[in-house]
Nanobody, 123 residues
Framework: QVQLVESGGGLVQAGGSLRLSCVASKRYFNVYSVGWFRQAPGKEREFVAAISWKGRTTKYADSAKGRFIISRDNTKNTVYLQMNSLEPEDTAVYYC????????????????WGQGTQVTVSS
């Protein structure tokens, strides 16, 4: 089982930027695609972005296209989510997870989630 720890969230004004990090405990994390997801209060968890295990393929939700960039550094067992031009609607707890394949519906390999990292965007 891969343990994932998300960090980098915080409070930011609309239009600002944050970079989230997802660090994995297992080396074999590097052979899996990874997705970022988010859950806003009262809403279901939703897909945000995903990256293939070599980083050659990336996918984004429509809400993230043009504003967010997902990347990874397999030497550090880390996946990043650079979030720019943040909007109040981006306020949520952000989670990462290993996914079965980098195609919709981006099903997690394991339905175990970390604590996530809170992102709050003020207007």
């Amino acid at each position: 089982q891969v343990q994932l720890v998300e960090s980098g969230g915080g409070l930011v004004q609309a239009g600002g930027s944050l970079r989230l990090s997802c660090v994995a405990s297992k080396r074999y994390f590097n052979v899996y695609s990874v997705g970022w997801f988010r859950q806003a209060p009262g809403k279901e968890r939703e897909f945000v972005a995903a990256i293939s295990w070599k980083g050659r393929t990336t996918k984004y939700a429509d809400s993230a296209k043009g504003r967010f960039i997902i990347s990874r550094d397999n030497t550090k067992n880390t996946v990043y989510l650079q979030m720019n031009s943040l909007e109040p609607e981006d306020t949520a707890v952000y989670y990462c997870n290993v996914i079965k394949q980098i195609d919709p519906p981006y099903i997690p390999l394991d339905d175990t989630w970390g604590q996530g990292t809170q992102v709050t965007v003020s207007s």
